[in-house]
């Protein structure tokens, strides 16, 4: 949103126009989707190469599914084609195949979790608030891009690969260390 006069992406919708669960995207899982996904534009303005939908949905332009195929990153996200409203260019829904328990909670400002006298009893014991996100790196792994279990919101990438997004001049990303 610090970008003057970008566009905003709302969420998905399928070929029938009905919205697409947006919560599907995070759960680190490859997804078939019949047809092709519709993205409105909820604010028209300047196109990105990175920009995140209404509710934080990916969404890329080929050249950075370009760079991140060149990365060797197959195995870690899936390309949802998408046809964004008055845009001839191709874009994709970036879908991270990784969900990492790596979230440190004594590095975080605060931690909140949900519990029983929430309210909400399918989420007790899950992550409620999270500031300030830090990782343990130690958990990472080999992982280039993912998202922190418990805490969907957040989609990480390796300093190496911010290094090449930000070498290729990809617009739209804000990076924050964690």
């Excluded at 191709?90 to 991270?96: D, G, K, R």
């Excluded at 007790?124 to 608030?129: E, I, L, T």
């Excluded at 990472?140 to 969907?152: M, N, Y």
Aim: with cysteine; hydrophobic share 40%; aromatic share 8%.
């Amino acid at each position: 949103m610090r970008i003057p006069g970008r566009w905003v992406l709302s969420d998905p919708l399928d070929e029938n126009g009905q919205e697409v669960d947006p919560w599907l995207f995070d759960e680190g899982k490859p997804l078939e989707l019949q047809g092709t996904l519709r993205l409105p534009q909820a604010q028209p303005g300047r196109a990105l190469d990175f920009s995140l939908t209404t509710l934080a949905i990916p969404v890329v332009h080929a050249r950075v599914v370009s760079l991140l195929e060149r990365s060797g990153l197959q195995q870690q996200v899936q390309w949802l084609p998408v046809q964004v409203e008055g845009q001839p260019e191709p874009y994709f829904i970036l879908n991270a195949l990784r969900v990492i328990r790596c979230i440190d909670d004594s590095r975080c400002e605060q931690v909140q979790y949900w519990r029983p006298e929430d309210g909400e009893p399918d989420k007790v014991g899950q992550y409620r608030v999270v500031s300030g996100l830090r990782i343990d790196p130690s958990r990472v792994g080999d992982a280039s891009i993912f998202r922190t279990w418990g805490w969907s919101v957040a989609l990480i990438v390796s300093e190496p690969l911010k290094q090449a997004l930000e070498q290729e001049n990809v617009t739209g990303p804000r990076f924050t260390e964690v």
